[in-house]
């Protein structure tokens, strides 16, 4: 087999997208209404992942309690059939999946008014039915938009993108076969300023290079946060029409 | 028990317990315990062998005369005793199982096992006695009957709900009937009433029984009664070499 | 919902008058209404998700892997996970172990057959992502029409290589149905005299005992046996429910069936 080309001189990638362009966003809210007080399902490009938002509710250990701000805690259940291979272990209490869980935490806790929720807990579960690369991104995508569907007070949108870096090339939005073969930064950028509430790297990148695979980066997560709001709003005019009628 | 309840208000400190009179007639109930049922089927029974638990039962099954064809069962009961937490109204009841010898069961069908008992002996044991306390009750299956395939879980099944019945008798906690299970091929349901309730029904492998409930159901309750016999018997007979 | 002392007698009571007055208005026979989607994950073979009315949702995976099977005993294996659950609590492990048995017992071996050496194992993965009533009814549907949804990879190497060394080879893009029966199993609720399907959550929380029949073939067949549903108001039944359970589910199962093929 040959070795499959990454970034083409003519400047395509594996999926024939160019280097700036994003995956397919598909996103609805409110699609576990019975089940959480606010959910989300967001397919980007093949990530599918469900986000349920329970709370603000009381905490069920006292020690989980804090008197002046509510406490989030993200369970994050990446299953067995996400990947084209089925996985031998339940990525329950793996490092990887726990770290994640407190980069969520950390992420969010800055962009919520968790004061305004005293002794309370806002539990947020993600079900992960399917994994494509930048998979951290769709994980805070999902999580803005179910928090938002919660009707949880948030300073703004939080979306995020993941970038490579391939050669000097940066490239928007990794798909798994990308990530694999190059170095990637994972971003959440705070509505439509250029503030970051996450920036996640996990390996080498040239610092000379950061500059131009950031700037990419927050245009990306700008063009998902509107394409978020579109959808956002779209749901709530369905919801007013139905109401009014 | 010398602990003072300072919650309730308890009666003067000389009092004595109400002691009856033993009745004369249950003396000729004596019999032998190892009596033989048409499926040649015999039982041997021993109470009170853990002494650290409340209560506890050694049950030994044989099916023919061959040592082999032989289920050992200990139970054991410990409680009522305070749980900690959250206020209950009632007891809190859980059946686990402590030793398994043959390891070919797997812990799954184990699983499944303990919730069929704990839902019977909800049913059966009267929880509401005894508020915010919780009993445990652990089963150590010592010997299992040698098949060549696979586990043949209905004799252990039908083991545990007579084992723990007599345990809990042991142990004095209070249970509204004698329940007891009895075995048809491979169905096991375990009675109350006199037989005319089922308190629970296990039905796990196909056999030509299978649409006619009821006589699987009748045909189980012949080896429920002489299971309950001798599960009576033994009480009685203990009862009365205690006095 | 937690239901108070005064709530759940009142629900009792009416659910054991003849004929029940169940909350929902539903008759003894009648299911909650379910939306069953299938085949929306392009990395499994088959999946499916169906959802109930009080919100109970359950996804299930369908993936296959090749192997020989004279050295793989179990060509099914099935997987739990429901949320708000651990992992090794009696509950999961029991409905597991039972989903489990019955489906790697019944399914038929031959239809995953291969060549004279390999076979197709299935992997079949649940989540529950949200339970509110016992979820095994719900689940043995998502297995269902996951199953029924499942394509297989086809076969273009020959099927008898006990002779040859070679590993069965695929075609690149066509795929063959799986064609299996899948037995259901069912939960039932008994509530003094009466049996009710598909019990609620409220409803499960009031019942004397639940039963559980699975229906394969045409007929209900074993595992039969008799399920917690609560611990209040658990208590013997007569023989009698027990033989009505199964009546019941020998009338609703072949319109059940019928009404999942048509999906």
């Known amino acids: 087999m040959s070795r499959l080309e990454i970034y083409s001189p003519e400047g395509l990638r594996v ?5 700036n362009e994003l995956r397919r966003l598909e996103c609805s809210i409110n699609t576990h209404a019975n089940a959480s007080d606010g959910s989300s399902y967001l397919e980007q490009g093949n990530n599918k992942v469900i986000t349920l938002v329970t709370g603000p509710q009381e ?3 006292r020690s989980q309690m804090n008197v002046t701000k509510a406490t989030i805690s993200v369970a994050l259940n990446i299953t067995r059939f996400s990947k084209i291979e089925r996985s031998k272990s339940s990525h329950k209490n793996e490092r990887r999946v726990l770290e994640m869980q407190t980069a969520l935490v950390r992420t969010f806790e800055k962009n919520v008014m968790l004061h305004l929720y005293p002794r309370t807990q806002i539990e947020i579960q993600i079900h992960v039915l399917q994994q494509d690369g930048g998979l951290m991104s769709s994980l805070i995508n999902g999580i803005t938009l179910a928090l938002i569907d919660a009707g949880i007070a948030m300073y703004d949108y939080i979306s995020g993108v993941s970038i490579g870096l391939y050669d000097t090339t940066p490239l928007l939005d990794l798909n798994s076969v990308e990530e694999n073969a190059m170095s990637s930064v994972t971003l959440g950028v705070v509505g439509k300023s250029e503030k970051l509430s996450l920036l996640l790297v996990e390996d080498k990148i040239p610092l000379d290079r950061m500059e131009s695979v950031l700037a990419i980066g927050i245009a990306g997560s700008h063009r998902i946060r509107e394409l978020m709001d579109k959808e956002l709003r779209k749901h709530g005019e369905r919801r007013l029409a139905n109401m009014s009628t | 028990m010398n602990i003072t309840d300072r919650r309730r208000i308890l009666g003067p400190s000389n009092a004595k317990p109400l002691v009856f009179e ?14 033989k049922n048409n499926e040649n089927e015999s039982m041997y029974i021993k109470n009170g062998l853990v002494s650290n638990a409340n209560g506890s039962s050694y049950l030994e099954l044989k099916r023919g005369e061959s040592s082999e064809q032989c289920t050992i069962l200990l139970s054991s009961v410990y409680g009522p005793r305070p749980s900690r937490g959250a206020f209950s109204s009632k007891a809190s009841l ?3 199982f402590k030793e398994v010898t043959i390891e070919k069961i797997p812990s799954g069908e184990l699983k499944e096992i303990c919730n069929f008992l704990s839902n019977i002996f909800s049913a059966v044991i009267n929880l509401e006695r005894y508020p915010k306390s919780g009993i445990d009750i652990f089963l150590s299956l010592i010997k299992n009957p040698i098949t060549s395939d696979e586990a043949n879980l209905e004799p252990i099944i039908a083991a545990c709900v007579n084992g723990i019945t007599l345990a809990l008798a042991d142990a004095g ?5 004698t329940v007891s299970a009895g075995t048809y091929k491979r169905n096991v349901v375990a009675f109350s009433k006199n037989g005319t309730e089922v308190v629970g029904l296990w039905k796990d492998k196909e056999d030509d029984t299978a649409n006619d409930i009821l006589s699987v159901i009748e045909n189980c309750r012949g080896n429920y009664l002489q299971n309950r016999k001798g599960i009576i018997e033994y009480l009685i007979r203990s009862k009365n070499a205690d006095i | 919902m937690v239901l108070s002392v005064t709530e759940k007698s009142y629900l009792h009571e009416s659910l054991a008058s003849v004929p029940p007055a169940r909350p929902d208005g539903r008759k003894a026979d009648q299911f909650r209404p379910i939306e069953v989607f299938t085949d929306f994950l392009p990395a499994s073979n088959g999946s499916s998700k169906v959802v109930a009315s009080d919100g109970t949702e359950c996804l299930v995976s369908v993936k296959c892997k090749v192997v020989d099977h004279a050295v793989e005993e179990d060509l099914v294996v099935v997987d739990v996970d429901i949320a708000g659950h651990r992992d090794d609590s009696g509950f999961v492990q029991g409905i597991a172990s039972t989903l489990s048995k019955v489906l790697s017992t019944q399914l038929d071996r031959s239809c995953l057959r291969l060549t004279k050496k390999y076979s197709f194992k299935l992997y079949i993965d649940v989540l529950v992502l949200s339970s509110f009533s016992h979820p095994l009814t719900l689940i043995s549907f998502a297995v269902y029409s996951a199953l029924n949804s499942t394509q297989l ?3 273009i190497s020959s099927d008898d290589d006990l002779d040859v ?9 066509d795929f063959v149905k799986l064609n299996v029966s899948v037995p259901l199993l069912f939960t039932l609720a008994i509530c003094g005299k009466n049996v009710l399907v598909d019990p609620a959550s409220n409803e499960s929380d009031v019942a004397n005992n639940g039963i559980l029949v699975t229906w394969n073939n045409g007929k209900a067949t074993a595992p039969i046996r008799t399920l917690g549903l609560n611990e209040d108001y658990v208590s013997g039944v007569s023989p009698q429910s027990l033989q009505d359970s199964i009546k019941m589910i020998e009338q609703v199962a072949p319109e059940v069936l019928q009404a999942l093929g048509g999906i």
């Open chain 3, 165 to 173: 060394a070679e590993l069965p080879t695929f075609h690149d893009y």
């Open chain 1, 59 to 61: 905490p069920k250990l």
């Open chain 2, 22 to 35: 033993r009745l004369e007639s249950s003396e000729q109930a004596a019999q032998p315990p190892q009596e």
């Open chain 2, 173 to 177: 906690i209070e249970i509204f009937d």
């Open chain 2, 94 to 96: 859980s059946v686990q």
């Open chain 1, 15 to 19: 999926d024939g997208r160019r280097w």
């Open chain 3, 153 to 155: 990879p086809k076969l």
